[in-house]
C-alpha cells in the first residue's frame, strides 16, 4: 500500500540534510573524499555533521512515532 509523504517545513530540511549527508558519505566512502569537509573545512564542517545527525534523529522520530514517513 502506498503512503503519501507528510512532513512539515522542519521535516522537510531534515530529509534534505539527510540526502546532503548521504550523498557525502557515499563519495568518501568510493573515492575518499570528503566533499562538506573540503567545501567548508574545521569547524564548520563538524557543525554540519551534527545538523545531519540531528536530522537523522529527527526523521528517525517521525517514523516511529509519528508515522508520517
Known sequence: MKQDIKLDKWGWIAFIALLV?????????????DIIGTILGGLLSRLVYIV??????????LWVYKKSL
Not at 557525502?24 to 573524499?33: A, F, M, N, R
Open 21 to 33: 549527508g548521504g550523498i557525502d558519505l557515499g563519495i568518501y566512502g568510493l573515492i575518499h573524499i
Open 52 to 61: 545531519i545527525g540531528v536530522a537523522a534523529g529527527y526523521i528517525l522520530y
